[in-house]
């Protein structure tokens, strides 16, 4: 654990005026000079070779937060990737209110599939470009936005929390909680990684689906064969791999392993031509499974092959491979346990094998779905200055997509409540090439924020 301290140059730290004040610039401004010194760093969890960025990354942020006056800042790490903890200690008889946000990205890809460089921060119109805008440093920069509202000196006490390894499933969370677990206990967690239903309408998440992997691997031979003088009579690894992910659906998509089970269903208009509009689904492409297509997002299992292990188009001849494999990502219902879904995944794999070929499964992590209960008094405050900020009441809805630390955080600390929101929106290709978010969505956010902790103050 290493402790960062406040810039002393800063005069208007200490009880002076809010940082964008003294520098005569807007909420708006602010929040694209901070995004700008983010988004430049490659903090990419997944990558090894980031190691050493995820650490500059971490540094930059707990500078950030010791300028905005926070008087206590630790960088904490092992087993973990580099955490930031940042506190504000509650003044006497108030509560103590945590902004989580997480400051690893996904990697970039291949640069030329971005309209906009992917390490810096392009504007344009309203929608911020840039890896991390969305998913999560926007999330980091409105905290520090929030606190800069108050000049550094919040109403109520204030914990930020910025993960350094949500992007590959918070793996050490339970580490994480019992040795540092007492840095971040709060009366109340705002986590700042969902997303909103639409730009300009906010949306709070009950429920979050969880998240496992797995490695497949099929053999069946001991060694490369003439397609010419063996096929038709041996079995290639390729074809046989791609049966077996192939008994993973039914015809109409719906996830076919059997013990993944759903109990929720949402009640919400989520129509056909906005998924295809938001998806980016080609004309001719049909949607998959069945059901109303919030419950297919949001409280059913979904299955994905993220990567594959073979020979490439350009080095293939005509050859019988002997193995393949292929990576799987297994989307968890909520009211299911990570680790009961991936051994459904892992059974049905091994007893699906086409031809008799010979199957190994490598587990991978796993992550708990999540539900987020919305009826405590500082969940209540939440949602009002959500809805007077945003000028509407938010939208409950699930999350496709997986947040682990929330399910650990409510077993960690039972009394407390949660408001899982985000910044993100439908059209902000989190994970993908042209990251983007709404500006004007990020300074709504901000004020929301700034409403909730005064709300909160008793």
């Known amino acids: 654990m290493v402790a960062v301290s406040p810039s002393r140059h800063h005069r208007y730290l200490w009880g002076g005026p809010?940082?964008?004040?003294?520098?005569?610039?807007?909420?708006?401004?602010?929040?694209?000079?901070?995004?700008?010194?983010?988004?430049?760093?490659?903090?990419?969890?997944?990558?090894?070779?980031?190691?050493a960025d995820l650490r500059?990354?971490?540094?930059?942020?707990?500078?950030?937060?010791?300028?905005?006056?926070?008087?206590?800042?630790?960088?904490?790490?092992?087993?973990?990737?580099?955490?930031?903890?940042?506190?504000?200690?509650?003044?006497?008889?108030?509560?103590?209110?945590?902004?989580?946000?997480?400051?690893?990205?996904?990697?970039?890809?291949?640069?030329?599939?971005?309209?906009?460089?992917?390490?810096?921060?392009?504007?344009?119109?309203?929608?911020?470009?840039?890896?991390?805008?969305?998913?999560?440093?926007?999330?980091?920069?409105?905290?520090?936005?929030?606190?800069?509202?108050?000049g550094g000196r919040p109403p109520v006490g204030v914990t930020v929390f910025i993960e350094g390894e949500e992007e590959i499933g918070s793996p050490h969370t339970l580490e994480f909680l019992r040795e540092h677990g007492h840095l971040i206990e709060a009366d109340a967690y705002v986590i700042l990684d969902a997303g909103n239903w639409a730009p300009g309408e906010p949306a709070f998440t009950t429920t979050l689906r969880g998240v496992c992997d797995a490695v497949i691997e099929v053999q069946t031979l001991d060694h490369a064969l003439h397609s010419g003088q063996f096929g038709g009579v041996a079995p290639d690894a390729l074809t046989t791999l791609c049966r077996l992910l192939a008994t993973l659906h039914t015809a109409v998509g719906d996830v076919a392993v059997a013990g993944l089970r759903t109990s929720h269903h949402f009640d919400i208009d989520y129509t056909?031509?906005?998924?295809?509009?938001?998806?980016?689904?080609?004309?001719?492409?049909?949607?998959?499974?069945?059901?109303?297509?919030?419950?297919?997002?949001?409280?059913?299992?979904?299955?994905?092959?993220?990567?594959l292990d073979t020979v490439s188009v350009e080095e293939s001849s005509n050859t019988l491979i002997p193995t393949a494999r292929a990576r799987v990502s297994l989307r968890v219902p909520p009211g299911m346990l990570a680790a009961e879904a991936l051994d459904a995944l892992v059974a049905h794999c091994e007893t699906h094998a086409p031809w008799g070929a010979h199957v190994r499964v490598t587990r991978g992590s796993c992550g708990n779905p999540g539900e987020v209960p919305t009826d405590g008094p500082l969940v209540g405050h939440g949602l009002a200055a959500y809805e007077s900020a945003f000028g509407r009441p938010p939208v409950f809805i699930g999350q496709g997509g997986a947040i682990p630390l929330v399910g650990e955080l409510h077993e960690h600390?039972?009394?407390?409540?949660?408001?899982?929101?985000?910044?993100?929106?439908p059209d902000s290709r989190m994970h993908a090439p042209n990251e983007s978010v709404s500006l004007s969505d990020l300074v709504k956010t901000v004020a929301a924020q700034a409403a909730f902790l005064r709300a909160a103050a008793c």
């Open 18 to 51: 809010a940082l964008r004040k003294v520098r005569d610039m807007t909420v708006s401004e602010q929040l694209l000079a901070d995004l700008r010194s983010l988004v430049a760093i490659p903090s990419i969890g997944a990558l090894p070779q980031h190691a």
């Open 56 to 150: 500059t990354s971490a540094e930059t942020i707990a500078a950030l937060l010791a300028d905005v006056g926070c008087p206590d800042v630790r960088i904490v790490d092992g087993p973990c990737a580099p955490a930031v903890i940042g506190r504000f200690p509650a003044p006497e008889g108030q509560p103590t209110i945590c902004f989580y946000s997480h400051h690893d990205v996904q990697p970039i890809g291949d640069p030329a599939d971005w309209s906009y460089p992917p390490l810096e921060v392009t504007v344009v119109g309203d929608r911020v470009y840039g890896r991390g805008a969305a998913d999560d440093k926007g999330g980091v920069v409105v905290h520090l936005a929030t606190l800069r509202e108050f």
């Open 272 to 307: 056909s031509e906005s998924i295809r509009r938001e998806a980016g689904l080609l004309d001719g492409v049909a949607e998959l499974g069945s059901g109303s297509i919030a419950d297919r997002l949001w409280a059913k299992p979904s299955v994905t092959v993220i990567g």
């Open 413 to 425: 600390f039972p009394a407390a409540e949660f408001l899982v929101t985000g910044i993100a929106d």
